[in-house]
Protein backbone atom coordinates (compact mmCIF):
# COMPACT_ATOMS: atom_id res chain seq x y z
CA UNK A 1 0.00 0.00 0.00
CA UNK A 2 1.40 3.48 -1.13
CA UNK A 3 1.17 5.50 2.45
CA UNK A 4 0.64 8.93 0.08
CA UNK A 5 -1.65 8.17 -2.12
CA UNK A 6 -3.39 6.64 0.92
CA UNK A 7 -3.80 9.54 2.68
CA UNK A 8 -4.62 11.80 -0.46
CA UNK A 9 -7.79 9.09 -0.85
CA UNK A 10 -8.37 9.79 3.02
CA UNK A 11 -8.49 13.54 2.54
CA UNK A 12 -10.77 13.55 -0.60
CA UNK A 13 -13.02 10.95 1.29
CA UNK A 14 -13.56 13.51 4.12
CA UNK A 15 -13.89 16.21 2.12
CA UNK A 16 -16.76 14.26 0.45
CA UNK A 17 -18.08 13.37 3.12
CA UNK A 18 -17.30 15.44 6.59
CA UNK A 19 -20.42 13.12 8.46
CA UNK A 20 -19.67 9.87 7.15
CA UNK A 21 -17.74 7.60 9.26
CA UNK A 22 -13.99 6.73 7.64
CA UNK A 23 -14.19 3.37 6.07
CA UNK A 24 -11.14 0.93 5.91
CA UNK A 25 -9.15 1.73 3.42
CA UNK A 26 -6.92 -0.31 1.19
CA UNK A 27 -5.27 2.07 -1.89
CA UNK A 28 -2.61 0.96 -4.56
CA UNK A 29 -0.95 1.22 -7.37
CA UNK A 30 -1.52 -1.70 -9.66
CA UNK A 31 -0.34 -2.82 -13.16
CA UNK A 32 -3.04 -2.66 -15.08
CA UNK A 33 -2.61 -3.30 -19.00
CA UNK A 34 -3.97 0.62 -19.98
CA UNK A 35 -5.22 3.59 -17.74
CA UNK A 36 -7.58 2.04 -15.26
CA UNK A 37 -8.50 3.24 -11.79
CA UNK A 38 -11.03 1.08 -10.30
CA UNK A 39 -13.02 1.10 -6.57
CA UNK A 40 -15.31 -1.06 -4.60
CA UNK A 41 -17.17 -1.34 -1.49
CA UNK A 42 -16.77 -5.21 0.02
CA UNK A 43 -17.55 -5.83 3.61
CA UNK A 44 -17.71 -2.01 4.35
CA UNK A 45 -13.58 -2.16 3.03
CA UNK A 46 -13.28 0.29 0.36
CA UNK A 47 -10.72 -1.26 -1.91
CA UNK A 48 -9.06 1.02 -4.59
CA UNK A 49 -6.53 0.26 -7.67
CA UNK A 50 -4.43 3.02 -9.59
CA UNK A 51 -2.88 2.16 -12.81
CA UNK A 52 0.83 2.34 -11.83
CA UNK A 53 1.03 4.08 -15.08
CA UNK A 54 -0.01 7.05 -12.63
CA UNK A 55 2.59 6.68 -9.92
CA UNK A 56 4.98 9.71 -10.78
CA UNK A 57 2.16 11.82 -11.25
CA UNK A 58 1.56 15.14 -9.46
CA UNK A 59 -0.10 14.97 -6.28
CA UNK A 60 -2.74 17.82 -7.76
CA UNK A 61 -3.81 14.94 -10.48
CA UNK A 62 -3.82 11.95 -7.75
CA UNK A 63 -6.21 14.17 -5.90
CA UNK A 64 -8.23 14.75 -9.15
CA UNK A 65 -8.15 10.28 -9.03
CA UNK A 66 -9.24 10.19 -5.86
CA UNK A 67 -12.12 12.89 -6.06
CA UNK A 68 -13.54 11.37 -9.17
CA UNK A 69 -13.47 7.84 -7.33
CA UNK A 70 -14.93 8.41 -4.81
CA UNK A 71 -17.44 10.75 -6.12
CA UNK A 72 -18.23 8.09 -8.10
CA UNK A 73 -18.72 5.31 -5.61
CA UNK A 74 -21.12 7.26 -3.60
CA UNK A 75 -22.87 9.63 -6.42
CA UNK A 76 -21.46 12.90 -6.26
CA UNK A 77 -20.74 15.02 -8.74
CA UNK A 78 -17.84 15.29 -10.13
CA UNK A 79 -16.23 18.78 -10.11
CA UNK A 80 -15.31 19.76 -13.62
CA UNK A 81 -11.77 21.59 -12.93
CA UNK A 82 -10.81 18.10 -11.10
CA UNK A 83 -12.42 15.96 -14.30
CA UNK A 84 -10.68 18.18 -16.97
CA UNK A 85 -7.01 18.15 -14.86
CA UNK A 86 -6.89 14.70 -14.90
CA UNK A 87 -7.97 14.12 -18.71
CA UNK A 88 -5.35 16.73 -20.06
CA UNK A 89 -3.07 14.57 -17.85
CA UNK A 90 -3.75 11.17 -19.45
CA UNK A 91 -3.99 12.94 -22.65
CA UNK A 92 -0.15 14.15 -22.76
CA UNK A 93 2.18 13.12 -25.26
CA UNK A 94 4.33 11.42 -22.44
CA UNK A 95 1.31 9.43 -20.81
CA UNK A 96 0.06 8.16 -24.35
CA UNK A 97 3.29 6.97 -25.23
CA UNK A 98 4.05 5.03 -21.87
CA UNK A 99 0.43 3.86 -21.56
CA UNK A 100 0.84 2.40 -25.30
CA UNK A 101 4.21 0.78 -24.94
CA UNK A 102 2.70 -0.93 -22.02
CA UNK A 103 -0.46 -2.23 -23.64
CA UNK A 104 2.02 -3.46 -25.96
CA UNK A 105 4.09 -5.53 -23.15
CA UNK A 106 1.08 -6.44 -20.74
CA UNK A 107 -1.96 -6.55 -23.21
CA UNK A 108 -3.22 -9.90 -24.99
CA UNK A 109 -4.73 -8.45 -28.31
CA UNK A 110 -4.34 -11.19 -30.69
CA UNK A 111 -3.73 -10.35 -34.24
CA UNK A 112 -5.12 -12.52 -36.78
CA UNK A 113 -4.85 -12.61 -40.50
CA UNK A 114 -5.35 -9.90 -43.27
CA UNK A 115 -6.72 -12.57 -45.49
CA UNK A 116 -10.57 -13.39 -45.43
CA UNK A 117 -12.58 -15.15 -47.02
CA UNK A 118 -13.90 -12.79 -49.32
CA UNK A 119 -11.79 -9.57 -49.13
CA UNK A 120 -7.90 -8.98 -48.40
CA UNK A 121 -7.29 -6.39 -45.80
CA UNK A 122 -3.45 -5.56 -46.68
CA UNK A 123 -4.60 -5.44 -50.46
CA UNK A 124 -7.52 -2.90 -49.76
CA UNK A 125 -5.10 -0.72 -47.54
CA UNK A 126 -2.18 -0.82 -50.38
CA UNK A 127 -4.97 0.15 -53.12
CA UNK A 128 -6.56 2.79 -50.48
CA UNK A 129 -3.09 4.43 -49.48
CA UNK A 130 -2.16 5.02 -53.59
CA UNK A 131 -5.88 6.57 -54.13
CA UNK A 132 -5.84 8.92 -51.00
CA UNK A 133 -2.56 9.24 -49.32
CA UNK A 134 -0.03 8.87 -52.68
CA UNK A 135 1.27 5.71 -50.72
CA UNK A 136 2.85 7.75 -47.64
CA UNK A 137 1.07 5.29 -45.11
CA UNK A 138 3.16 3.13 -43.25
CA UNK A 139 1.11 0.10 -43.27
CA UNK A 140 -0.08 -0.79 -39.76
CA UNK A 141 -0.74 -4.37 -39.30
CA UNK A 142 -4.79 -5.15 -40.59
CA UNK A 143 -6.77 -8.27 -39.34
CA UNK A 144 -10.25 -9.54 -39.43
CA UNK A 145 -11.56 -9.35 -35.78
CA UNK A 146 -11.89 -13.11 -34.19
CA UNK A 147 -15.76 -12.41 -33.66
CA UNK A 148 -18.76 -10.98 -35.62
CA UNK A 149 -18.97 -8.10 -33.66
CA UNK A 150 -21.36 -5.89 -34.96
CA UNK A 151 -21.28 -2.86 -32.41
CA UNK A 152 -17.70 -2.14 -33.80
CA UNK A 153 -17.20 -2.17 -37.07
CA UNK A 154 -13.45 -1.37 -37.01
CA UNK A 155 -11.14 0.76 -35.03
CA UNK A 156 -7.38 1.60 -35.00
CA UNK A 157 -5.25 0.68 -32.21
CA UNK A 158 -1.71 2.63 -31.72
CA UNK A 159 -0.57 0.80 -29.23
CA UNK A 160 -0.29 -2.57 -31.32
CA UNK A 161 -0.46 -0.19 -34.42
CA UNK A 162 -3.43 -2.43 -35.64
CA UNK A 163 -6.02 -1.78 -37.97
CA UNK A 164 -8.75 -4.54 -37.09
CA UNK A 165 -11.97 -4.37 -38.85
CA UNK A 166 -15.21 -6.92 -37.82
CA UNK A 167 -15.47 -10.32 -39.60
CA UNK A 168 -19.09 -9.27 -39.69
CA UNK A 169 -18.43 -7.91 -43.39
CA UNK A 170 -15.66 -10.59 -45.26
CA UNK A 171 -18.54 -11.60 -47.14
CA UNK A 172 -19.14 -11.08 -50.64
CA UNK A 173 -22.90 -10.09 -50.04
CA UNK A 174 -21.06 -7.17 -48.45
CA UNK A 175 -19.73 -4.40 -51.22
CA UNK A 176 -16.20 -3.77 -51.72
CA UNK A 177 -16.90 -0.25 -50.74
CA UNK A 178 -18.26 -0.64 -47.53
CA UNK A 179 -15.35 -2.51 -46.52
CA UNK A 180 -13.38 -0.12 -48.32
CA UNK A 181 -15.02 2.78 -46.56
CA UNK A 182 -14.62 1.05 -43.04
CA UNK A 183 -10.63 0.53 -43.67
CA UNK A 184 -10.25 4.47 -45.11
CA UNK A 185 -11.59 5.81 -42.19
CA UNK A 186 -9.17 3.99 -40.08
CA UNK A 187 -6.64 5.12 -41.95
CA UNK A 188 -7.83 8.56 -41.16
CA UNK A 189 -7.23 7.76 -37.36
CA UNK A 190 -3.62 6.79 -38.16
CA UNK A 191 -2.63 9.72 -39.81
CA UNK A 192 -4.99 11.98 -37.79
CA UNK A 193 -4.59 10.66 -34.24
CA UNK A 194 -6.57 11.94 -31.61
CA UNK A 195 -6.29 15.37 -29.97
CA UNK A 196 -7.12 17.05 -27.01
CA UNK A 197 -8.78 20.84 -27.06
CA UNK A 198 -9.11 22.26 -23.99
CA UNK A 199 -10.54 19.29 -21.31
CA UNK A 200 -12.56 17.63 -24.44
CA UNK A 201 -10.73 14.65 -26.51
CA UNK A 202 -10.94 15.19 -30.58
CA UNK A 203 -11.11 12.45 -32.27
CA UNK A 204 -12.79 13.33 -35.29
CA UNK A 205 -11.55 16.92 -36.16
CA UNK A 206 -11.84 18.98 -38.62
CA UNK A 207 -9.10 18.09 -41.19
CA UNK A 208 -10.81 14.51 -40.79
CA UNK A 209 -14.09 15.00 -41.65
CA UNK A 210 -12.66 17.38 -44.83
CA UNK A 211 -10.56 14.12 -45.76
CA UNK A 212 -13.49 11.66 -45.08
CA UNK A 213 -15.75 13.63 -47.27
CA UNK A 214 -13.24 12.95 -49.99
CA UNK A 215 -14.32 9.10 -50.01
CA UNK A 216 -16.49 8.56 -53.57
CA UNK A 217 -19.40 6.62 -52.37
CA UNK A 218 -19.43 8.10 -48.40
CA UNK A 219 -23.32 8.32 -48.30
CA UNK A 220 -23.53 4.54 -49.58
CA UNK A 221 -21.02 3.13 -47.45
CA UNK A 222 -22.72 4.54 -44.44
CA UNK A 223 -26.14 3.63 -45.28
CA UNK A 224 -24.94 0.10 -46.08
CA UNK A 225 -23.33 -0.45 -43.06
CA UNK A 226 -26.37 1.22 -41.14
CA UNK A 227 -28.21 -1.22 -42.74
CA UNK A 228 -26.05 -4.15 -42.14
Same mark, same amino acid.
Given at each position: ????????????????????????????????????????????????????????????? *?? &? +???? @?? =????????? /???? !????????????????????????????????????? *?? &? +???? @?? =????????? /???? !??????????????????????????????????????????????????????????????????????????????????????
Amino acid at each position: MNPKLLSTFAENYRELRPRGPMPELTVQFYPFASINNTIRMRDGKLFVRVSDVLEGAPDNV *LH &A +IAHI @LL =AKMYRKPIE /REQA !TRYRRYISSREIRNKTDLLRQMRGRKRIGSARGSAYD *LD &A +IFEE @LN =ARFFHGLLA /RPRM !TWSRVHARNRLGHYDPAHNAIVVSRVFDDFRVPRYAVEYIVYHEMLHLKHPVKLRGSRRCVHSGEFQAEERLFPRLEDAKAMLKRL
